[in-house]
């Protein structure tokens, strides 16, 4: 079982709607990030934050917007999705550190927009 | 850009039979890590290479990085049903930049 919980397991939205796709790990860990997956694709990174602060952005449209409350939560707030943002989205977590940062995936969200 | 290019893209093998897949980078990773996902699932850690002509085993798979810390290979002696899915390679190109390869599907034929 993985330690990165994320809610809601699948998610079905319309064009106009406003949603949030929740994560939360308690494993202490201090980096934490946010995959989009594509299906037969392999994750592609979003965005990464390091010790609550946002430390990268891979040029994600501003309909996605992350949130990271505290240490052990992290948000993905969605709006005015397109039918191509459909995915899988991974949440996962990492200690920081050098020649660490093994990372560890949630069971992710299954977005369907529509 | 920042590439991990990992090969083969399927493999269809029969129950018993060894697997490889194989990793390239273009650049000098600070690690490499291995993970695998079953159809429907997500990906699941599987191992961490970090020092430059690493080998790990973990039962009937062996993971190999190479002397210039640009290569890896993941090696399954006798393949089993419950190894099906699909096989990533991901490099860590400094702080927390993970690059996953594309990714080698494995089908096992019983």
């Known amino acids: 079982d993985t330690e990165v919980t994320q809610t809601p397991k699948h998610l079905v939205m319309g064009m106009t709607n406003k949603k949030s796709l929740k994560c939360e790990q308690h494993?202490?860990?201090?980096?934490m990030y946010w995959y989009k997956q594509k299906a037969k694709k392999p994750p592609e990174l979003m965005f990464v934050?390091?010790?609550?602060?946002?430390?990268i952005n891979e040029s994600v449209p501003s309909r996605f917007s992350p949130e990271c409350p505290n240490s052990s939560l992290l948000n993905l707030h969605l709006h005015a999705l397109q039918p191509e943002d459909s995915a899988l989205y991974l949440c996962?977590?990492?200690?920081?550190?050098?020649?660490?940062?093994?990372?560890?995936f949630g069971e992710g969200s299954w977005l369907t927009v529509v | 850009g920042q590439q991990v290019m990992q090969i083969p893209q399927y493999q269809h093998v029969q129950e018993g039979e060894d697997f490889t897949t194989y990793c390239n980078s273009s650049?000098?990773?600070?690690?490499i890590q291995w993970y695998k996902q079953r159809p429907g699932g997500h990906p699941v850690f599987l191992i961490q290479?970090?020092?430059?002509?690493e080998v790990k085993k973990q039962k009937r798979l062996t993971f190999q990085f190479g002397e210039a810390k640009k290569n890896s290979s993941l090696h399954i002696t006798a393949t089993q049903t419950t190894d099906v899915g699909t096989y990533f390679c991901?490099?860590?190109?400094?702080?927390?930049?993970?690059?996953f390869g594309a990714g080698t599907i494995l089908r096992v034929k019983s």
């Open positions: 996962a977590s990492s200690q920081e550190g050098v020649g660490g940062n093994t990372i560890y």
């Open positions: 494993m202490g860990h201090r980096a």
């Open positions: 934050y390091s010790y609550e602060k946002l430390s």
């Open positions: 650049t000098t990773l600070s690690n």
């Open positions: 290479l970090v020092k430059s002509g």
């Open positions: 991901a490099g860590l190109k400094g702080g927390n930049k993970l690059v």
